[in-house]
């Protein structure tokens, strides 16, 4: 068996897998839908969607197979990230000095035929294949192989989607709560701001110099914070929109 080396591009490769919060997440009907779309297509018992962590491939989804993961070092994947470009197909794995040993091969899944497509983020980093197998030999036609190529693509572009759905889940719950504290800082001293305002606009109120002076003094302060606050309220309108730049 040969195990197949790390890729040049390794760091940037597994801080790319992490950016996707995806490993160990549970199943989803979005990405088991085109391990079975590819699977019925190439006319396979096992379709996975693999993804390579440090020291392991695991397994978004499973058609066919129980495991969630395997050692890295077994995995035909990790062969196939090293060509992010190509098709890694192998038609008969007994044949194959590379995986002709593998504990995958010589036991169980049994695997015989492998074509595995590289999952490709568009700042070019491979994650891991959409990947079918057989337990016998055979190859891909071209169109099957087109098709393959095809919705490695959806899965990468479907990671995508599952990230930005993430962020506005985290970006509408900083708002909740935001706007929750917002209201309850701005109740309190709009209602002391008119509370003052009434009573210092009251002729009869029988204040004198002195406690208008004072609150005047509060009326000053609590019109303060309430600027300040509608200053915050902006400043998040203008990140949200972008033209806000956050320096922790």
């Given at each position: ?27 989803e ?8 779309i ?12 693999s ?7 695991w ?5 066919g ?9 077994y ?6 990230i ?12 007994t ?7 593998n ?20 700042d ?18 071209e169109?099957?192989?087109d098709a ?12 995508e ?17 935001f706007f929750?504290?917002?209201s309850?800082?701005l ?16 002729p ?8 208008e ?10 019109a ?13 309108m ?9 320096e922790p």
């Open positions: 068996m040969k195990i197949a080396p790390t890729p040049d591009n390794e760091s940037d490769r597994l801080a790319a897998l992490q950016r996707y919060q995806i490993l160990d997440s549970e199943a009907e979005l990405f088991d839908s085109i391990s079975k590819a699977a019925t297509i190439c006319d396979v018992p096992i379709a996975l969607i993804l390579i962590d440090k020291d392991r491939q397994f978004k989804s499973a058609v197979l129980e495991a969630r993961e395997t050692p890295r070092e995995a035909f994947c990790s062969h196939a090293l060509e992010p470009e190509q098709l890694l197909v192998v038609p008969d794995a044949k194959d000095p590379r995986f002709r040993d504990p995958l091969v010589a036991g169980a899944p049994d695997i015989r035929f492998y074509a595995g497509s590289p999952i490709v983020t568009s070019r980093q491979a994650l891991g294949t959409l990947c079918v197998i057989d337990t016998r030999s055979r190859e891909l036609t169109k099957q192989a393959l190529r095809h919705l490695s693509k959806q899965v990468c572009a479907n990671l989607l599952r990230l930005a759905h993430k962020k506005l889940e985290l970006l509408n719950e900083a708002k909740n709560n929750s504290v917002l309850h800082d109740r309190s001293p709009i209602s002391s701001v008119l509370s003052i305002a009434e009573m210092l606009a009251d009869d109120s029988g204040l004198s110099p002195q406690e002076e004072r609150f005047k003094q509060h009326l000053l302060t609590n303060r914070v309430t600027s300040q606050t509608a200053a915050n309220l902006l400043q998040l203008q990140f949200e929109q972008g033209r806000f730049h956050l």
